[in-house]
């Protein structure tokens, strides 16, 4: 907005109109002082919201509300330090502490909650995370994080806060330090907002518990112990749940992308499976996953074409929601109570790794993002020097003939 309309929106002022105005950053930074008093400019989009510029050039949003018949203001932050989205968001909640009877000026006097941090952080990040993890957020946050630190205020907590609930924390090693992560995003989070003071994060002094690796790789024996299992127990459970346990094995993807297949995902002619960013787990992804399969899969599901919408179709029309009962049974049938689904995933990159292949390949093709992560595959694999000696002296015994005759 020019200049020339400011004398404009004074003399509105002036009369006690309430000067509106479309919030847009062009706009409110072309907004020049008033040298003798402070001037106000109203939202059209959110009428409580209004930019108050003050004669020495500092613009402040802030908010209007009435609570128990009494009119006040609250700060919401500078324009330039606060977009006008944000300006917006912060009134719009303000809006709704009020309707909820909370004074807002008491509760900024004593500062977001964690509460109130975690949920602000699952409103922003929530869109952006795969419905899963929502879900797991979500449950750690009601369950572990809002029972023990939810009505501190998040600028107060301090490293002694976060030892105390990383050490009284129930679970195994692995679920406290997912908990202890989750809290470390939404004090993070709260540094972005101005509720903590940047790099105040209590978290990131907390040292985690270790967290024992496991890796457990099936034999050949087992994998064919395994298949004849699937077949004896065709009959006892749904050949759905069966197929989609084969087509694990036959593919090393996880078992939720197995699960929730839906053919639309399926190009037989391509031969390849694929997913889009939110229906697979490698982190940090931006783009649509991509897995080639094999012959044996490919004739796996052409047999299943016409189920319906998903792949391995569960009950209801849905997708299929699990195979534990299966799973449980194979693993006695098998002869192989130590193994776990995910275990069979271990085993596909296992068995690539012992072929020859690259790992670089091989950590495309399951989707891993970190290389480490495929490396691990490395050890299960014969040395390229132990093979180039096997297979040489195999061939120079060919050659010779036979066995060795023992001197006499």
């Not at 806060?161 to 406290?176: C, E, K, L, V």
Request: proline share 5%.
């Amino acid at each position: 907005m020019a200049l020339a309309g400011a004398a404009w929106y004074r003399k509105g002022i002036a009369k006690g109109g309430r000067v509106k105005l479309e919030f847009k950053k062009a706009a409110l930074v072309s907004l020049s002082p008033d040298p003798a008093k402070e001037s106000t400019y109203w939202d059209t989009q959110v009428p409580t919201l209004c930019l108050r510029v003050f004669p020495s050039g500092v613009k402040t949003f802030a908010v209007k509300y009435r609570l128990n018949g009494r009119q006040s203001f609250i700060k919401l932050g500078r324009l330039g330090e606060l977009t006008i989205e944000d300006a917006r968001r912060k009134a719009l909640a303000v809006r709704q502490e009020v309707t909820d009877g909370i004074d807002p000026a008491k509760a900024k006097a004593r500062g977001m909650t964690v509460t109130e941090a975690a949920r602000r952080m699952m409103d922003e990040r929530g869109p952006k995370l795969r419905p899963k993890t929502i879900s797991n957020y979500q449950q750690i946050i009601n369950t572990r994080i809002i029972p023990r630190l939810g009505n501190l205020p998040i600028a107060a907590l301090t490293v002694s806060d976060i030892a105390a609930f990383h050490t009284r924390a129930s679970g195994t090693p692995r679920q406290t330090n997912i908990s202890l992560s989750v809290l470390s995003i939404i004090c993070k989070q709260a540094e972005k907002w101005g509720e903590r003071p940047l790099g105040s994060n209590p978290c990131q002094h907390q040292e985690k518990y270790p967290e024992q690796a496991r890796h457990r790789y099936l034999s050949d024996t087992e994998i064919t112990a395994i298949g004849e299992a699937l077949d004896r127990l065709h009959g006892r459970h749904s050949e759905a749940a069966i197929d989609a346990l084969r087509l694990i094995m036959l593919t090393g993807a996880r078992k939720g992308e197995i699960l929730n297949l839906r053919w639309e995902q399926v190009d037989l002619e391509g031969r390849t499976l694929r997913f889009e960013p939110s229906e697979h787990k490698t982190g940090g992804a931006t783009r649509a996953k991509q897995i080639p399969v094999g012959e044996a899969a490919i004739e796996l599901l052409k047999a299943r074409q016409g189920e319906g919408g998903y792949v391995f179709q569960g009950q209801f029309g849905g997708p299929l929601e699990d195979i534990k009962r299966l799973w449980n049974a194979v693993r006695v049938e098998a002869n192989v109570p130590d193994v776990n689904i995910h275990d069979l995933r271990h085993t596909w990159g296992a068995v690539a790794t012992s072929g020859g292949h690259a790992l670089q390949t091989i950590g495309a093709v399951m989707g891993h993002r970190n290389p480490s992560t495929t490396a691990r595959y490395a050890h299960v694999a014969p040395s390229p020097a132990a093979r180039a000696v096997e297979e040489t002296s195999a061939k120079i015994a060919a050659a010779m003939g036979g066995k060795k005759k023992n001197k006499r």
